[in-house]
Structures are given as C-alpha cells and as structure tokens.
C-alpha cells in the first residue's frame, strides 16, 4: 500500500512561485506513476500534471504548461510539483495520487493524499 503526503501548499500573490511536495512511502511509489489533480468547490477534481514510471515521461493540463513542473526525487521518495506565474484561477486543494497507470484519469490512480491549499491573489 502506498501512503502519501502533500505539503508546500500557501497564499501567494498573482506572479509567485510554489513548490508542492508529495512525500509517498510503500514499496512502489518510487516507480509508480503519480499525477497532481486540483480541486475547487463545486467543480470535479482536474488533472494537472503526471510523472510516468521512472525515469518517466511527463503530461501536463494545457492550463498550466509551461508554467508547472512535475519532477521526481527517488533518495527522498518525493514527488514535485514547481508553480510559477501563479494565476488566481490557479487558486484550489491540490492532491497527489499514485497508480499502476500513467494517465490524465483520475480513474487511474488508486491512492490519494489528502490535499494542500493553494491560494493566489490578484
């Protein structure tokens, strides 16, 4: 089973820069795929960016390309997500999820965290 822990999350203003942290521990989290996916309040859950099995491809929402970062860090068994140009829009909970499936799905992945805010500005 794989345990995950999302951290970095905060207020920023419009133009900031964030770094979300996803610790994950298990035996397979270091080569599963794993995805971020935001959240805001009466809206479905979307997809923002996912890492494939190392070394690892990588997607990203069309919103936040060129803009957000996925990366992974296998000696610290952590999992990154780098925001720049941070936009209001931007503005929700942001979970990471691991699976057996690199995919934009949310179907895809079987194990969640429980989620950091971010909020930006204007």
């Known amino acids: 089973q794989v345990r995950l822990a999302e951290s970095g999350g905060g207020l920023v203003q419009a133009g900031a820069s964030l770094t979300l942290s996803c610790v994950g521990s298990?035996?397979?989290?270091?080569?599963?795929?794993v995805a971020w996916f935001r959240q805001v309040p009466g809206k479905e859950r979307e997809f923002v960016a996912a890492?494939?099995?190392?070394?690892?491809?990588?997607n990203y929402a069309d919103s936040v390309k060129g803009r957000f970062t996925i990366s992974r860090d296998k000696a610290k068994n952590t999992v990154y997500l780098a925001m720049s140009d941070l936009k209001p829009e931007d503005t929700a909970v942001y979970y990471c999820a691991a699976g057996n499936y690199y995919s934009k799905l949310r179907e895809s992945y079987t194990y969640w965290g429980q989620g950091t805010q971010v909020t930006v500005s204007s």
């Open positions: 890492i494939g099995r190392n070394p690892g491809p990588t």
């Open positions: 298990g035996p397979t989290f270091n080569i599963d795929p």
